[in-house]
């Protein structure tokens, strides 16, 4: 028994192969043609199932007819399916075309206008339009004998265009579709309809519009064909291929099977015999492969499932002990917030505890701002809610900035921090996303500082062809080399286990590299434990020219001038209000008159009924009306008067929709008293008048 199972495996094996290879398909694209399909694996086909037979909807809701069965034959032939896109709107189909929307279409008809941005093949059925009127109309009458009369066609069909151009003196009258401009012919609304005789066939006898027959054909015809965008040269190349390589008997058993003849049921088929005897081989080698081989499988696939098991695990510990450090890092400052508010109302408290419990207060409230809007960050990017906007930027004050950030903070901990620019003067001013730039060298600086106790961290930048090469260099702790690759993964057990020894959240390297690669850049590092790592950032080089930069130094006055202003600060929020006006009222060389709205509404009214105001406040989020549409109507009002908008929500997105809804400019809440003064130096005269 087991000698004939060893010759009969060979045998069947034998046999397989055999029919295999004799029913192989000839290979017509090359594998250059094959590799730009994989990568351009979205090309499109566009296709309008309302035009029987040619594409239809059946009754069971799927698509089928002449054309579908067509290119159907052409993706086999190429081993390759294209996606497709469906219309319901043949006019919007034709304009995605023009505009390059789409790839392919299906089936349409050759015009002169469509040609100029398509190419036709697959000519071989030709059908007459003709025209179909009710049955008590006479045979025989022509175009010429409707010039009084009113034709129906569908809108935006080869059959308007050219009973437009040719027979303008034709009274038109368009529908979505064929079958219901024959439909209003039917119920006698109009006189007759125009098109092709195939179609008018087709859908008298599906649709049963027994009061309607053809009457006569026109020298004009309908010939459907697969149209190709004309700029797409490799495309145009491989269908023009699988075309010529379709004989034409198939081409032949196609139209027979959908006008002609009745398919047959598969079992009457003469060429049924094949297949299936090879079916019932194929399925003998199958069974007995499978029992051969379902052992190995079950073990390989059990081991698979235990270590999915355990990888999912670990990473759902690990995101609950990210949401405990979460609630750890939020608390901390917000007891020192609550705390040392508390002890600032204490009778006891020295002038000297309470200038220290101040500024204890400010930090706490900058570290939990700084939580939140990591947090906020991290689930913007995993759900791909982030833009990139460039926008002109001086590389040097980018660097200063961060330079000078972190200047103070090194030399608290006794570690040295350099700066080394090697850009040029020309090469100083590029077009890139500047907040976006700031937060990747903020991030890597900030943790090299972290993670050092001793020595230096260099930061330095360079030019490489146009390549903006940032380098951040410490003599830190370093990393494992065991934990190197999961650095920038969320939630990864080294930043976890680093984030509880050093404080903060883990998320600075994993948002830096989700930024650099949206920026179409890299990041890579070296480390040894002990001795330091260093962080490269790769982004492309956009240079701009710019012959003099702004100046935005703020306005030197007498002490004895003051200019008087009138502020509208539409804030909903009293703590919020308080703190702005307290601001505006210590900067000096200003008098401000400052007035408050509740609300949007009450801004707009006030804008309405004072013509003197010299610059208002917004507040984005207020009941009522927010200020999106207060901002809206009060430039509708005054169009040159300053709205500033001050926001919780700064973020690049929102940013974009406050300029949008017409702001001049934005304050981050919350407000910085240096940021609120440069606004006020850029917007009010420093002279009253």
């Known amino acids: 028994m087991c000698n004939r199972k060893t010759f009969l495996l060979p045998l069947l094996f034998f046999l397989c192969s055999i029919l295999f290879f004799s029913c192989s398909k000839e290979k017509i694209v090359t594998n250059s043609e094959a590799d730009w399909l994989k990568q351009n694996d979205s090309i499109t086909i566009a296709l309008f199932p309302y035009y029987p037979p040619y594409q239809f909807i059946n009754n069971n809701t799927t698509i089928e007819g002449i054309f579908i069965e067509y290119f159907n034959l052409i993706e086999d032939k190429i081993d390759h399916k294209f996606k497709r896109r469906y ?44 025209l179909v009127a009710s049955k008590d109309t006479p045979d025989g009458l022509t175009l010429k004998d409707f010039s009084t009369k009113t034709i129906t066609v569908p809108l935006g069909y080869s059959s308007e265009e050219y009973l437009r151009k040719k027979h303008p ?3 038109l009258k368009t529908y979505l579709s064929e079958s219901i401009a024959l439909q209003k012919v039917q119920i006698g609304k109009h006189d007759a309809y125009f098109g092709p005789k195939t179609v008018a066939n087709f859908l008298i006898k599906s649709k049963n519009f027994d009061n309607l027959k053809i009457i006569a054909e026109t020298k004009y015809s309908y010939i459907p064909s697969i149209a190709v965008d004309k ?59 499978i029992n051969f081989y379902l052992g190995y499988t079950v073990k390989h696939r059990t081991k698979s499932l235990r270590v999915a098991k355990d990888n999912a695990e670990k990473d759902n510990q690990l995101k609950t002990a990210f949401i405990h450090n979460i609630s750890h890092e939020i608390r901390t400052p917000m007891n020192g917030i609550i705390g040392f508010s508390r002890l600032l109302k204490e009778s006891s408290t020295t002038d000297s505890q309470k200038v220290k419990y101040t500024k204890i207060i400010a930090k706490s409230s900058k570290q939990l701002i700084d939580s939140m809007d990591n947090i906020l960050e991290i689930s913007k990017l995993q759900t791909k809610q982030v833009i990139i906007t460039q926008e002109e930027t001086d590389l040097y004050e980018v660097f200063d900035i961060i330079f000078s950030t972190f200047q103070i903070i090194a030399k608290k901990k006794g570690i040295s921090l350099i700066l080394n620019n090697n850009l040029l003067e020309d090469q100083r001013y590029v077009r890139i996303d500047r907040s976006k730039l700031i937060k990747i060298v903020h991030g890597l600086v900030k943790n090299a500082i972290t993670y050092t106790k001793r020595g230096a961290v260099l930061i330095s930048v360079m030019l490489q062809t146009d390549i903006l090469i940032i380098n951040v260099r410490d003599s830190g702790i370093g990393i494992d080399p065991k934990n190197q690759q999961l650095i920038f993964k969320n939630f990864s057990k080294s930043e976890n286990q680093i984030s509880r020894k050093y404080g903060g959240l883990g998320l600075g390297l994993t948002i830096a590299k989700e930024y650099i690669k949206l920026m179409k850049g890299e990041l890579s590092f070296s480390s040894i434990p002990d001795k330091g790592s260093t962080f490269r950032v790769e982004l492309p080089y956009h240079p701009i020219i710019i012959s003099s930069p702004i100046n935005t130094t703020s306005p030197t006055l007498s002490k004895d001038t003051k200019t008087r202003h009138t502020i509208l600060i539409a804030e ?37 009924e004072n013509n003197a105001i010299s610059l208002v406040f917004m507040d984005m989020k207020m009941p009522e009306m927010d200020g999106y ?61």
């Open 231 to 289: 700029d797409n040269t490799i495309l145009n190349k491989i269908i023009q291929k699988a075309i010529n390589n379709i004989s034409d008997r198939e081409k032949q058993n196609i139209v027979e099977n959908w006008l002609y003849i009745k398919t047959k049921p598969f079992y009457k088929n003469p060429n049924f015999l094949i297949p299936f005897v090879f079916f019932i081989l194929l399925s003998l080698l199958i069974v007995l492969g």
């Open 169 to 171: 003196e034709i009274k």
């Open 572 to 608: 909903d929020g009293d703590v919020n209000f308080l703190v702005l006006k307290t601001i505006l009222l210590k900067i000096e060389n200003y008098h401000f008159t400052i007035h408050r709205a509740k609300n949007g509404k009450e801004a707009v009214t006030f804008c309405k």
């Open 629 to 689: 549409d207060a901002t809206k109507l009060i430039k509708k009002i005054y169009p040159e008067l300053p709205v500033i908008a001050q926001t919780a929500y700064a973020t690049k997105e929102d940013i974009l929709s406050i300029f949008a809804a017409g702001c001049d400019d934005f304050m981050a809440k919350p407000v910085d008293p240096e940021i609120l003064k440069k606004v006020i130096y850029k917007y009010l005269s420093v002279y009253s008048f």
């Open 87 to 130: 219309y319901s709107n043949w006019s919007q189909l034709v304009k995605d075309a023009k505009h390059k929307k789409i790839d392919v279409i299906l089936e349409a008809q050759q015009t002169w206008d469509r040609s100029q941005y398509l190419n036709f093949y697959t000519k071989f059925f030709n059908t007459p339009f003709v």
